[in-house]
């Protein structure tokens, strides 16, 4: 770094000491120096005069400054960091501050095309909050397993993450919430790229990269989860956020960042090859996972040994897997059209999401999927020892995921090599005929004869899962769509086992009633934003697939019609009202507070919770977790690209008038 001065407003009280643990009060050694790092908090918060270096020197120092502020006033201390001592650090402080606020305002006008004041407040926080969110991370696991040279060794119970000994992070990283979650987990970060992609795309590429970098993927090809166990897994949704970005800078600039896809695509395939070995147990392209993000919206922890023996086959997992399959498709296709070698990948990632599509559906054979033709919908199953498939009728979020497992392509660049993929599993895998069917009448509906769309669900599914998704005693909050439909309030999920006893899940629209996962985190009934935003998302590609052509109850038996294109709106508008003034001009993320809903200091204020009430939309769990929730932000630019685009189509039709 070099040599920095900082200049400290007034006459504070400089304190020093060394930035070394105290190791007599962890674990009874002797302190290498009498002056550790906690001396500064014990002179400041326990008045102790011998906890610092009355010599005025040390590797940590910090300005101790003791004022009374009198009720309704205000104190203002400064404090300037430079490379050069300055005679006159503090002059001229005022215009350099008026001067950033206005560098800032301008720079959120020209990022913000979101509609009210009100709207753009709220996206400009959302995307302030996530650059409050970097932060310096450090974590070498061979260097921490082996110790500390300059510490007493570690306990010999230290084996945590001891198969990531290659993982050596050192890096600047968008962390979910840098006070109550300051570590990175993959999918967290995947999700922060969409809403940093706004702002600053480069940064956000390259945090994408920084995850597949040697220094963090391990060499089997696996993603690190989390800190505090690397090894689990979390959805890989890595490839869609990539592309997303990719996309959106070639429509902004008319040119994509060929060589970010060629980087990022080339690295993936080893982590999707990695999933392919590692999580599909029974070599049936039914995906297991484990843990993959969702905590406690099963029955039970899902990386635990499960009861009887059995094996967990996840509607979920496998809707992920298809998922990363169909975007990996797109990306090959893109790719191959300057570059004809990534056909051959192209080739492989059809094979293996029609082989996922078909054994979703249990390869036509009953009893096998993970689709349930009663109910209309996708449910997790317990493969058991003896043979026996067992259904678990619980309705959640796991079983809409396979609605994500859906892409669009242009047919003048993609269509001659899709058909002749085609062609080859009717002729030679005639068992996914059906599948191959509806892809050849998968052709863009009215205008869109252009587009096509290869989805995991059928069409007569799709709405099935959509009239279960949109019903208000269901999933349909007035907020967006909960993690577990609200059926399950009155009609609780159980599961009873010989062994292990019987498992219970209600409908639990807040804070978790268990302490499972710390108890801060639920799963089962709030709205969690990086799902739904999914579930927009998805709802847009079908419609560009089916256009207005197909039509759906919103909400289910309200009577009222609408396209999926509208239905993906809707949702939005739901989820934004999350953070915006009602009528009333209340804020359903403030909830009851009626400090937050009503003091001028509070109310335009806006926190960024984790997940949020199912019923009425109040923040829960970490209130400042700006990560991926900052995706409130793109909801909000999208809905005003919408808005510009109705009203332009609008005066267009009013011209031909």
Not at 82 to 87: D, E, F, T, W, Y
Not at 300 to 316: C, H, I, K, W
Not at 426 to 441: C, G, H, S, T
Request: proline letters at 5%.
């Amino acid at each position: 770094m070099g040599e920095y001065w900082l200049a400290c407003d007034g006459t504070p009280e400089l304190l020093f000491t060394e930035n070394e643990t105290n190791t007599q009060r962890l674990w009874g050694t002797e302190n290498r120096t009498p002056f550790v790092k906690d001396g500064i908090h014990e002179t400041v918060v326990k008045g102790a005069r011998d906890k610092v270096n009355p010599e005025g020197n040390g590797t940590k120092a910090a300005a101790h400054y003791s004022v009374v502020i009198a009720p309704g006033a205000t104190q203002t201390i400064m404090l300037r960091l430079s490379p050069s001592r300055q005679s006159d650090p503090f002059a001229g402080t005022e215009a350099l501050f008026a001067r950033r606020i206005e560098e800032a305002d301008e720079f959120y006008r020209q990022v913000s095309t979101a509609g009210t004041g009100d709207e753009r407040a709220v996206q400009r926080q959302a995307l302030a909050g996530l650059l409050w969110s970097k932060q310096f991370y450090y974590y070498d696991v061979d260097q921490w397993l082996r110790g500390d040279p300059a510490g007493p060794p570690p306990p010999p119970e230290r084996s945590r993450n001891k198969g990531w000994r290659h993982l050596s992070n050192n890096d600047i990283i968008l962390m979910p919430d840098t006070w109550e979650y300051p570590w990175y987990a993959a999918w967290d970060l995947a999700f922060h790229c969409i809403a940093m992609a706004l702002i600053d795309p480069e940064f956000a590429k390259d945090q994408l990269l920084l995850l597949l970098q040697e220094r963090y993927m391990h060499p089997s090809g696996q993603l690190p989860a989390y800190e505090w166990a690397f090894s689990d897994v979390n959805p890989p949704v890595h490839a869609w956020v990539a592309w997303r970005i990719y996309q959106q800078e070639k429509e902004r600039t008319g040119k994509g960042d060929t060589v970010f896809l060629e980087r990022i695509f080339d690295k993936l395939m080893l982590n999707f090859t990695w999933w392919v070995n590692r999580k599909d147990a029974e070599e049936n392209n039914i995906f297991e996972g484990g843990f993959l993000g969702l905590d406690n919206i099963g029955a039970f922890d899902r990386n635990m040994t499960l009861p009887e023996g059995a094996v967990l086959e996840q509607s979920d997992g496998t809707a992920w897997m298809a998922m990363f399959a169909a975007v990996m498709l797109a990306m090959a296709l893109e790719l191959a059209s300057s570059d004809p070698v990534y056909f051959d990948m192209a080739a492989k990632l059809t094979d293996h999401y029609l082989y996922i599509a078909d054994a979703i559906y249990g390869g036509g054979q009953s009893g096998l999927g993970l689709w349930n033709e009663e109910d209309g919908f996708f449910y997790d199953k317990l493969s058991l020892p003896d043979g026996r498939k067992m259904s678990l009728k619980l309705r959640t979020l796991v079983g809409l995921l396979p609605l994500l497992a859906a892409e669009t392509f242009e047919t003048e660049v993609t269509a001659p090599f899709l058909d002749e993929r085609m062609r080859w599993f009717v002729e030679n895998r005639p068992y996914v005929a059906r599948l191959i069917k509806r892809w050849q009448d998968t052709r863009g509906k009215g205008e869109r004869k252009d587009v096509l769309l290869l989805a995991l669900v059928r069409g007569s599914d799709l709405r099935s899962l959509l009239t279960y998704m949109l019903g208000s005693q269901e999933f349909l909050s007035d907020y967006g769509i909960r993690a577990i439909s609200r059926y399950h309030a009155a009609h609780p999920f159980v599961l009873t086992t010989q062994k292990y006893g019987t498992y219970t899940v209600n409908y639990e629209p807040a804070e978790s009633s268990t302490g499972a996962f710390g108890g801060n985190s639920n799963w089962r009934g709030p709205i969690w934003m990086p799902l739904n935003f999914l579930l927009v998302e998805a709802l847009q590609k079908y419609h560009r697939f089916y256009g207005n052509d197909f039509l759906i109850e919103c909400p289910t038996g309200s009577g009222k019609q609408m396209t999926l294109g509208q239905v993906a709106e809707e949702l939005s508008r739901r989820l934004t009202s999350i953070f915006l003034r009602d009528e009333q001009g209340r804020r359903p993320v403030f909830g009851g507070n009626m400090t937050f809903q009503n003091d001028e200091h509070w109310r335009d204020h806006v926190p960024f919770h984790e997940y949020f009430h199912g019923d009425n939309g109040a923040g829960v769990g970490a209130s400042h977790q700006t990560g991926w929730t900052a995706v409130v932000a793109n909801l909000l630019q999208q809905a005003r690209v919408a808005k510009a685009g109705e009203a332009a189509a609008a005066k267009k039709n009013s011209a031909r008038a």
